[in-house]
């Protein structure tokens, strides 16, 4: 069941009330006004132009004299007006992370190369009151965080138009809109050049092998194909231009200043030629690399919007509409927007329908595939009190779920953003990549001109087409490429396989770990403990101090609170509830302290009684009178003897780090065939363990799920949180596992490493093509077309060699590397 709002029946109606676009025919996105139903090109015009109206703002429409030129013209209105500046608009694309401060997920048109990129994030940067912002070069989506108290959202995207690019509000819909007509009008661009490239080449060809043409004849030849070269310049080639201004206006040097010169000299130096009747002509030159760059940055396009296909199937994940029950739990069903749903609201998803927001299961029983989000193929089944997750497919029965999280707040939201930031951070390797190409276009224009002062007085008649040829060979924009589509192909596929990729760097440092050190409950071990054994002391009954234990965890989610909890029922409260992370927890029960944790918290005078093979004991005191031993065991997770053995095969060091008792942590290093093991270990042992590991020289990587893993996750070099653990430790980490597949661990590693081969190939190409290319149109071997060719190509293979990640199938075996000697073990 199709739960998009568009009709197939629906009229054809001509222009767009928001915009101005011409309306699909089958689309119906009806906007109410003045008592009249008007219509709407898409969603995000339907949503934008609704609200703006029920803000009480449609004067806008009313006092408007004509429909806007284009959608840039209408979204410019808008920002002038300061309308993005309203809360109500902002709700569907701003997230409010505290009094002040805001952050907006935008999308940028106009972008056409890496330079883009950096002159948008160094313009709005600079911007008084904007506090980051990171720009995604696949999907052109920037994330902007700025203080509202000293600039307005208006401003930021007024300033970005003001350089010549369009930022407006992200929405998935528009992004397809936007791509659409980017690629028919570069396919409109690309079919002119090609056209009057082959027209001009059929006049050319006969001037360079006919010898009796007379005069009077090349001289017509001459001027039809300047006919035919003026569309091309001044059309085809006309961003090139346009980007060269922009970028010279800004002092900056892009890509598009040395093309733009190029083209420019090569025409008007013809066109001086076909007007005084003496010289050369380079119309066949000039026409065949424009056709040539253009065939490349079109190529370009498509495998860019390739590379970041991951993020925006994330993204569309989230149906347009959904059915709510407005009066729950009677059975009355609504068709809303999702846009239009409230935190509490009741909605109804059938099978094959999408989970519209983040909530709980209050009725039916189903499998939810969350394929998508987490890289788990198997379904999870779902029952009343399950939590659910917007974007997951609801696969086998009705379920009624109760919303508790919408938009920018939902876990989808959540991976989209921090996918955005890992492929906006650049690595180091990135960031030296990035300076080069900035410096590069400069000495390029310096080695043209003494190159060019040379060939003066070598020989005047080659200067042109020579200075033309390593101004449009030489190409930057790999350089630029290099890391941003191997980095965003990557964290794309990683995704798919459910490893998310949070910071920049993570790719780069996982590639280079030497060192991999587990936590035990939750990471290595399923996580759900349960009460073996209870010892109760002092005339005490089991079922007393148990429902005492299950009133003290009563408030907590950590695998310890859960299992004492299912033991008992707490027959009482407790209260001033103290927890101390790595330690346990102490409250007030009645009129009497209590103390619950580890032995060194709760009975530090007391000697552990025997417990079977595996077992951690867990203390009961009532102030300084131990009252109780419960004893705790876990089991590991089924796939970790099999990952940890792929580890080991790419070379990696494991440990086990965990705040268990000696004898459980040993049971289960042994379990899985871990040498290095530490038990007892308080947050600061773990940290410090670490940091001993750094000391000798060691990458660190780091797997955890627990509050206490929290400061060790930050210390290691690069840490994994389990995405099942607790949200501090998954904000802390630089990635984070989706699913419970252990095997994502080996998997991530081996494509970390094809990622850092890709990227020196990358490098290695960009670098040495130049090393080449420059000197050979210095020395006059290399035409203007020819040029025009490599230029093209250069960028193209290194996205192309980047997209190879995007169907790389990791096979954690064959990415084995040396790595130094194991340390002694630790016990």
Same mark, same amino acid.
């Given at each position: 069941m199709s739960s998009s709002p568009r009709l197939t029946d629906a009229p054809f109606f001509s222009d767009c009330f928001h915009c101005g676009l011409p309306v699909p025919e089958g689309a119906r996105y009806p906007i109410q006004f003045d008592g009249e139903t008007k219509e709407a090109?898409?969603?995000?015009?339907?949503?934008?132009?609704?609200?703006?109206?029920?803000?009480?703002?449609?004067?806008?429409?009313?006092?408007?004299?004509?429909l806007p030129a284009t959608p840039q013209a209408a979204e410019a209105e808008l920002a002038q007006l300061g309308l993005y500046d309203l809360p109500e608009i902002q709700e569907s694309f701003v997230r409010v992370e505290a009094e002040n401060i805001r952050e907006a997920a935008l999308i940028l048109e106009n972008i056409v190369c890496a330079a883009c990129i950096?002159?948008?994030?160094?313009?709005?940067?600079?911007?008084?009151?904007?506090?980051?912002?990171?720009?995604?070069?696949?999907?052109?989506?920037?994330?902007?965080?700025?203080?509202?108290?000293?600039?307005?959202?208006?401003?930021?995207?007024?300033?970005?138009?003001?350089?010549?690019?369009?930022?407006?509000?992200?929405?998935?819909?528009?992004? /397809?809109?936007?791509?659409?007509?980017?690629r028919n009008i570069a396919i409109k661009r690309l079919a002119i050049a090609g056209l009057g490239m082959m027209q001009v080449m059929m006049y050319a060809l006969p001037s360079y092998t006919a010898t009796d043409m007379t005069d009077d004849?090349?001289?017509?030849?001459?001027?039809?194909?300047?006919?035919?070269? $003026?569309?091309?310049?001044?059309?085809?080639?006309?961003?090139?231009?346009i980007g060269a201004w922009r970028d010279l206006k800004r002092r900056t040097l892009g890509m598009d200043v040395p093309v733009a010169l190029g083209v420019g000299t090569a025409f008007v130096a013809s066109v001086y030629a076909t007007f005084f009747g003496h010289g050369e002509v380079y119309y066949d030159s000039v026409t065949m690399f424009i056709f040539l760059l253009l065939t490349g940055r079109f190529l370009e396009m498509n495998a860019r919007r390739r590379a970041g296909a991951a993020v925006e199937e994330l993204v569309k994940l989230i149906p347009a509409a959904t059915t709510r029950l407005p009066n729950w739990p009677l059975r009355d069903e609504e068709q809303v927007p999702v846009a239009r749903l409230a935190v509490g609201d009741h909605i109804l998803v059938r099978p094959g329908e999408t989970l519209p927001a983040d909530g709980v299961v209050v009725e039916g029983d189903s499998a939810v595939s969350e394929a998508m989000l987490t890289g788990e193929s198997l379904p999870v089944t779902k029952t009343v009190n399950s939590k659910v997750v917007g974007g997951s497919l609801n696969q086998a029965s009705p379920l009624v779920v109760k919303v508790d999280k919408l938009g920018a707040d939902t876990r989808l939201a959540s991976?989209?953003?921090?996918?955005?930031?890992?492929?906006?951070?650049?690595?180091?390797?990135?960031?030296?990549?990035?300076?080069?190409?900035?410096?590069?276009?400069?000495?390029?224009?310096?080695?043209?001109?003494?190159? %060019?002062?040379?060939?003066?007085?070598?020989?005047?008649?080659?200067?042109?087409?020579?200075?033309?040829?390593?101004?449009?060979?030489?190409?930057?924009?790999?350089?630029?490429?290099?890391?941003?589509?191997?980095?965003?192909?990557?964290?794309?596929?990683?995704?798919?396989?459910?490893?998310?990729?949070?910071?920049?760097?993570?790719?780069?440092?996982?590639?280079?770990?030497?060192?991999?050190?587990?936590?035990?409950?939750?990471?290595l071990t399923q996580g759900r403990l349960s009460v073996r054994r209870v010892i109760a002391l002092n005339g005490h009954t089991e079922d007393e101090v148990s429902g005492i234990a299950a009133a003290l965890e009563a408030g907590s989610e950590h695998p310890i609170a859960r299992a004492l909890r299912e033991a008992a029922t707490p027959t009482r409260s407790a209260s001033q509830i103290r927890n101390t992370p790595g330690r346990g927890v102490e409250g007030m029960i009645g009129e009497q302290i209590y103390r619950l944790g580890s032995p060194r918290f709760a009975a530090p005078a007391h000697t552990l009684p025997e417990a079977a093979e595996g077992a951690s004991w867990i203390a009961l005191a009532a102030g300084d009178a131990l009252i109780?031993?419960?004893?705790?065991?876990?089991?590991?997770?089924?796939?970790?003897?099999?990952?940890?053995?792929?580890?080991?095969?790419?070379?990696?060091?494991?440990?086990?780090?965990?705040? /268990?008792?000696?004898?459980?942590?040993?049971?289960?290093?042994?379990?899985?065939?871990?040498?290095?093991?530490?038990?007892?270990?308080?947050?600061?042992?773990?940290?410090?363990?670490?940091?001993?590991?750094?000391?000798?020289?060691?990458?660190?990587?780091?797997?955890?799920?627990? $509050?206490?893993?929290?400061?060790?996750?930050?210390?290691?070099?690069?840490?994994?949180?389990?995405?099942?653990?607790?949200?501090?430790?998954?904000?802390?980490?630089?990635?984070?596992?989706? %699913?419970?597949?252990?095997?994502?661990?080996?998997?991530?590693?081996?494509?970390?490493?094809?990622?850092?081969?890709?990227?020196?190939?990358?490098?290695?190409?960009?670098?040495?093509?130049?090393?080449?290319a420059i000197p050979a149109a210095a020395l006059g071997y290399v035409t203007p077309w020819l040029a025009g060719i490599g230029m093209s190509v250069s960028s193209l293979l290194v996205v192309l060699n980047a997209l190879r990640l995007s169907d790389y199938k990791p096979n954690p075996s064959a990415a084995a590397s040396t790595h130094p000697s194991p340390l002694p073990a630790h016990r």
């Open positions: 090109c898409c969603r995000g015009c339907q949503a934008v132009a609704q609200t703006i109206i029920d803000s009480g703002q449609g004067a806008y429409y009313t006092h408007r004299t004509a950096w002159l948008n994030e160094r313009h709005i940067a600079a911007l008084p009151g904007v506090l980051s912002v990171e720009i995604n070069y696949a999907t052109r989506r920037a994330r902007v965080r700025w203080d509202n108290s000293r600039i307005q959202l208006s401003a930021i995207l007024k300033a970005v138009s003001d350089i010549g690019y369009i930022a407006h509000p992200f929405d998935p819909g528009r992004s /397809d809109d936007i791509y659409k007509r980017e004849i090349r001289l017509l030849m001459r001027w039809a194909s300047l006919v035919l070269t $003026i569309p091309v310049v001044l059309y085809s080639a006309w961003p090139f231009f991976i989209v953003r921090l996918l955005d930031r890992a492929q906006s951070e650049k690595p180091r390797i990135g960031q030296l990549a990035d300076r080069a190409a900035a410096w590069f276009v400069g000495l390029l224009l310096v080695i043209t001109v003494l190159v %060019g002062l040379v060939w003066y007085l070598i020989d005047p008649s080659k200067v042109l087409w020579i200075v033309v040829s390593i101004l449009v060979v030489t190409c930057p924009c790999a350089l630029g490429l290099a890391t941003p589509a191997a980095l965003t192909t990557a964290t794309g596929r990683l995704t798919k396989l459910g490893l998310l990729t949070t910071r920049g760097h993570a790719l780069e440092t996982l590639a280079r770990a030497t060192d991999l050190v587990f936590d035990k409950t939750g990471t109780a031993w419960f004893a705790l065991a876990d089991t590991p997770r089924a796939d970790a003897p099999a990952a940890l053995a792929a580890l080991t095969a790419q070379g990696l060091r494991l440990h086990l780090l965990s705040g /268990d008792a000696e004898g459980a942590v040993q049971a289960t290093a042994q379990q899985l065939g871990i040498t290095d093991w530490h038990a007892g270990a308080l947050p600061e042992d773990k940290l410090a363990y670490v940091k001993a590991l750094q000391e000798q020289g060691r990458i660190v990587a780091m797997v955890g799920d627990g $509050i206490n893993d929290a400061p060790v996750l930050a210390g290691a070099q690069v840490s994994i949180a389990i995405g099942e653990g607790a949200d501090v430790a998954q904000a802390a980490a630089d990635m984070v596992m989706l %699913g419970s597949r252990l095997a994502t661990l080996s998997e991530g590693v081996a494509l970390a490493r094809k990622t850092q081969t890709i990227i020196r190939q990358n490098l290695g190409w960009a670098l040495g093509y130049n090393l080449i």
